[in-house]
């Protein structure tokens, strides 16, 4: 399998899915944890993400 990296893409949140996210995280108060307060506060993915599309070639690894 080899991967080349194509397209990359970006998306901001607007403020009101950063809330909606950050009630998601609140709704499972188990899993909330002081570390996760933490993730939600400070991290990017919060309210950017990039994404990169791959292109996968099937390939006969053995060739020579």
Known sequence: WAFSRHFR???LSSVDEY???KQAM???S??????RH????LSR?????S??????H??????T
């Open 9 to 11: 893409h970006f998306v």
């Open 19 to 21: 809330w909606l996210a």
């Open 26 to 28: 609140e709704a499972h």
């Open 30 to 35: 188990s899993q909330y944890l002081w570390f």
């Open 38 to 41: 933490v993730y939600v506060l």
């Open 45 to 49: 993915y919060m309210f950017a993400n």
């Open 51 to 56: 994404f990169t599309r791959l292109q996968i």
């Open 58 to 63: 099937h390939g006969n690894s053995n060739s």
